[in-house]
């Protein structure tokens, strides 16, 4: 499976069903939540045998893309959009809009805090995982 195909949602489920392989896992449960129920379906569809129970919080809607994903999608492979998706990064209008993370938070005075700290500012410290979100995007 080549890089791009392991990003997309059967691809994350794949590589999930691969790690159980290699535990040895006979029988497993999962609990996901976010874009991570997604990848679960996935999973309990190609690992029905082995998954015994899938919980799933606060997931996205099967086949229900934002507006804005697949503009970004689009936008991530001209020059320069990585470096510009840094500056949406930054505490302001952008990160708190819909296009943003302002989705995600009923209280925006959260993003400020433990969410910038544990999500954002490792994401921009490190080349490799803004990378590794433009491959995700692309896959």
Not at 10 to 34: C, F, I, M, N, W
Not at 62 to 71: D, F, N, V
Not at 83 to 92: D, E, F, L, N
């Amino acid at each position: 499976m080549d890089g791009q195909n392991r990003l997309s949602f059967p691809g994350q489920a794949q590589t999930l069903k691969t790690l159980v392989d290699r535990l040895g896992l006979e029988h497993y449960s999962v609990l996901a939540q976010d874009t991570g129920g997604t990848f679960a379906r996935y999973l309990a569809l190609a690992d029905s045998a082995r998954l015994g129970k899938l919980v799933l919080i606060n997931t996205e809607v099967p086949h229900h893309r934002p507006p804005w994903i697949p503009l970004y999608q689009r936008l991530i492979p001209c020059p320069g959009a990585l470096r510009a998706s840094i500056c949406c990064c930054v505490p302001g209008r952008f990160l708190r809009s819909g296009m943003g993370f302002g989705g995600c938070f009923t209280d925006l005075g959260l993003l400020e805090g433990d969410f910038h700290e544990h999500v954002i500012q490792p994401l921009l410290r490190s080349a490799p995982r803004m990378e590794g979100m433009a491959r995700y995007l692309r896959g």
